[in-house]
Nanobody
Framework: QVQLAESGGGLVQPGGSLRLSCAAS????????LGWYRQAPGKQRELVAK???????NYADSVKGRFTISRDSAENTVYLQMNALKPEDTAVYYC???????????WGQGTLVTVSS
């Protein structure tokens, strides 16, 4: 089973940028889609961005134009470039991998992003 490890979270001022990374423990060839989700205190986990094996992407409306998801299959890594960060982006960000087998998915342990002055 693939294991995921996120990194890159931290404290940043409003308007700043961060780049999150999610490294898979082995080849991503068995993975249909990789996504970033986030969960703020007291809120449900929500999709931030997703990228499929074919390169198709989709984003939450709240991050369109500010966040970019990308994947490097050679490095078994997916990235989330976050620009123009806002306090409401503060959350624990989780990496998710969906297998081609329906219902089979893996989650990372999460990385905290705090946007505050």
């Amino acid at each position: 089973q693939v294991q995921l490890a996120e990194s890159g979270g931290g404290l940043v001022q409003p308007g700043g940028s961060l780049r999150l990374s999610c490294a898979a423990s082995r080849s991503m060839r068995s993975i249909y889609a990789l996504g970033w989700y986030r969960q703020a205190p007291g809120k449900q986990r929500e999709l931030v961005a997703k990228i499929t094996a074919g390169g198709s992407t989709n984003y939450a409306d709240s991050v369109k134009g500010r966040f970019t998801i990308s994947r490097d299959s050679a490095e078994n890594t997916v990235y989330l470039q976050m620009n123009a960060l806002k306090p409401e982006d503060t959350a624990v960000y989780y990496c998710n991998a969906e297998a081609y087998t329906p219902g089979l998915e893996v989650w990372g342990q999460g990385t905290l992003v705090t946007v505050s002055s």
